[in-house]
Structures are given as structure tokens and as C-alpha cells.
T-cell receptor, first 111, second 114 residues
Framework: GENVEQHPSTLSVQEGDSAVIKCTYS??????FPWYKQELGKGPQLIID?????GEKKDQRIAVTLNKTAKHFSLHITETQPEDSAVYFC??????????FGKGTTLSVSS | NAGVTQTPKFQVLKTGQSMTLQCAQD?????MSWYRQDPGMGLRLIHY???????DQGEVPNGYNVSRSTTEDFPLRLLSAAPSQTSVYFC?????????????FGPGTRLTVL
């Protein structure tokens, strides 16, 4: 089955800096790669996703890139703000019916 | 819309007890799933359902049962609770097969098994 590796597990940046989180996946058949943000005490919420027919997608300060050949995808957050502090999860689809998640990255943005 | 609701928010069980975690959604979503979240382990899929009457196993199904008699409800049953099942449980739903669509998560149930 699919295996998703996520790095780093923790990331600390200063407000205004950029943050990058990287994930690799194992199943070359995977074609959907979402990113979820989880704030303390809440359920995860989708922030951006990318499909395998696209190499990059941007939504304001966040962007995701996908390299199908290398089987990795990354989340980029620019001009970070304290409210970006949260746990971020990447995921990849498996066998068309399930999402397999990475272990998460705890992002801390200090002002 | 209330979205995805889960009850209870917190629960403490003794080893060997059984219980049902409730999950309901009012978005008429076909796809529903259960995850558990443990420190350093991320979200792991327990069971999922692609529609009423259809369920399947995820990554960590042992010790859990599910059924899907209606589109709205997807309860998770712990048959004989064990300390290893101490975790935070999230239910999620999606308008289509989750593998290609946004999943909406509930607020979670924090379960402690003593």
C-alpha cells in the first residue's frame, strides 16, 4: 500500500519568513495530494490540494509543488504569520478509495 | 449545516468495556471514514464507507467495527477496549470518494482506556 513520509516533524520560523514542508510517497498510481492544517483541539481542515496532472498550485500565501518523477510534493508558506502556527499533514490517495496521511509537521511562527 | 458532528467529546473506559463513538453528517456525503490520531503517528485510517451498506478496512482496523445503515451516520464500535486504543478519534466525510476530494473532519473524540 501507499506510504507517505513527511519532513520535518517540527519547524520554527520567524514571522515573515517562509516555511517549507516536504513529503514523499511510494505508490506511483497516487494522483491526489492534499494538505491539511490542524489547529489545537480541532479537526484537520483542507488548505490546498494538487492533482497529478498539475506541477504547481498557488493560493495567496500558500503553494504546493509536485514532482511525479521523484514522487515528492511540498508545501510552501510565504510571509508566515503567528496564525499559521499549527500542525500540517500531507496525504496521498491509495487505491482510489482512501487517503494515507504523513505523520505531521508542527509549525511554530514566532513574532 | 452542522457539518460533521461527533459524540462524545471525551470518554474514559476501563479495559474490556465496549462503547460506540457516534458520527453524523448533514451534507449528504456518500463517503465517510474514521481515523485515529496518536502523538508522532499522524492520522491513521481505521475504517471507511463509500455509501450506505458498504464498509471496508483501513490501515488499523483491528479491535473496531463499523456499519453504515444510513447516509448520515457512521458509528465506530469498540468491542473490548484496550489501553492501546487510547487516542483521539476523528470522523470525516466527503461528497465523493475521498481519494479525490476534500474530506470534512469532525471535532474529534478523546478516548482514554484505563
Amino acid at each position: 500500500g501507499e506510504n507517505v513520509e513527511q519532513h520535518p516533524s517540527t519547524l520554527s520560523v520567524q514571522e515573515g519568513d517562509s516555511a517549507v514542508i516536504k513529503c514523499t510517497y511510494s505508490d506511483s498510481a497516487s494522483n491526489y495530494f492534499p494538505w491539511y492544517k490542524q489547529e489545537l483541539g480541532k479537526g484537520p481542515q483542507l488548505i490546498i490540494d494538487i492533482r497529478s496532472n498539475v506541477g504547481e498550485k498557488k493560493d495567496q500565501r500558500i503553494a504546493v509543488t509536485l514532482n511525479k518523477t521523484a514522487k515528492h510534493f511540498s508545501l510552501h508558506i510565504t510571509e508566515t504569520q503567528p496564525e499559521d502556527s499549527a500542525v500540517y499533514f500531507c496525504a496521498a490517495n491509495q487505491a482510489g478509495t482512501a487517503l494515507i496521511f504523513g505523520k505531521g509537521t508542527t509549525l511554530s511562527v514566532s513574532s | 449545516n452542522a457539518g460533521v458532528t461527533q459524540t462524545p467529546k471525551f470518554q474514559v473506559l476501563k479495559t474490556g468495556q465496549s462503547m460506540t463513538l457516534q458520527c453524523a453528517q448533514d451534507m449528504n456525503h456518500e463517503y465517510m471514514s474514521w481515523y485515529r490520531q496518536d502523538p508522532g503517528m499522524g492520522l491513521r485510517l481505521i475504517h471507511y464507507s463509500v455509501g450506505a451498506g458498504i464498509t471496508d478496512q483501513g490501515e488499523v482496523p483491528n479491535g473496531y467495527n463499523v456499519s453504515r445503515s444510513t447516509t448520515e451516520d457512521f458509528p465506530l464500535r469498540l468491542l473490548s477496549a484496550a489501553p492501546s486504543q487510547t487516542s483521539v478519534y476523528f470522523c470525516a466525510s466527503s461528497s465523493e470518494v475521498a481519494a479525490l476530494n476534500e474530506q470534512f473532519f469532525g471535532p474529534g473524540t478523546r478516548l482514554t482506556v484505563l
